[in-house]
């Protein structure tokens, strides 16, 4: 179901990207409002995409409506105590990709029976290629189970969960692995430095390897161990270099993934001043 009314509060990087793409998907401009309290962000997104800027305050909603949460997590508190009255119409759906947020938090600040969606999104979303986790409450019908889904599509690939608990998870993978990737990219071209190279030949390297071989494993129905085996002949180079890896990558992945997870959950308790 393509929604009639999609209010956005925020006017950061993801609400851009995903007014981006919503546009890309053929959503008229007058369909798409942004609440938030810069003007000049918000007036620059209405400039850009023709959608409509109106000031951080509530307004009455009409069915069908979305709301999209893409503020800041410290900040959803106050935004649902101003935004709880416009949820009286069970029509409305809240879709919110804040980190760390539960949804059981979201409705006992909201209305407890209040239809509300879950996602994590990432920056790729940015250019089209975002990968995002989903979850729904009960409350959230068939038909705004899809318009969610129709939403987040919009900027990338949509992976539905069963389970909330595991949103820290997702959280800490792909919502946060982007920056992982790009630490990746930065070690690697220092250290092809390092070895000589200069340094905008050694960044184009780098960049084209990862990814030329993240487009190659996706084209591959084998896993990334079965094709890692295939480009590594016993006593040669890349054999000498993943003993390196091995012996210190798998550690520091658990490492990162737990740390961002606990993040994810402290962000969530609302006893919390999290900045």
Do not use: C
């Not at 987040?152 to 949103?167: F, N, P, Q």
Request: proline share 5%.
């Amino acid at each position: 179901m393509i929604p009639q009314n999609i209010v956005f509060i925020g006017a950061g990087n993801m609400a851009r990207a995903l007014i981006a793409g919503l546009r890309r998907q053929g959503i008229a401009g007058e369909q798409i409002q942004v609440h938030a309290p810069s003007s000049a962000h918000r007036d620059a997104l209405a400039e850009e995409f023709g959608i409509r800027s109106l000031a951080a305050t509530a307004q009455s909603l009409p069915a069908n409506s979305v709301v999209i949460y893409a503020a800041k997590p410290k900040q959803i508190s106050a935004v649902l105590a101003l935004w709880r009255q416009a949820f009286a119409d069970a029509g409305v759906l809240f879709l919110s990709v804040a980190a760390g947020i539960d949804s059981a938090r979201i409705a006992a600040e909201l209305n407890p029976g209040s239809a509300i969606v879950r996602g994590m999104p990432n920056t790729p979303a940015q250019v089209g290629a975002g990968a995002t986790a989903l979850y729904a409450r009960d409350s959230v019908s068939a038909a705004q189970r899809q318009t969610a889904g129709f939403i987040m599509s919009a900027v990338g690939e949509i992976y539905w969960l069963s389970d909330e608990s595991l949103m820290d998870a997702v959280t800490a993978l792909s919502g946060s692995g982007p920056a992982y990737v790009l630490l990746f990219l930065e070690a690697l071209e220092d250290a092809a430095v390092l070895q000589g190279l200069d340094r905008a030949t050694a960044r184009a390297l780098a960049l084209q390897t990862v990814l030329g071989t993240a487009q190659m494993a996706a084209a591959s129905t084998l896993s990334p161990t079965a094709l890692r085996h295939q480009v590594t002949s016993p006593g040669g180079t890349t054999a000498a270099g993943l003993a390196v890896w091995e012996e210190h990558l798998r550690p520091l992945a658990q490492r990162a993934l737990a740390a961002a997870a606990e993040r994810s959950r402290a962000l969530g308790s609302p006893e919390k001043d999290i900045p």
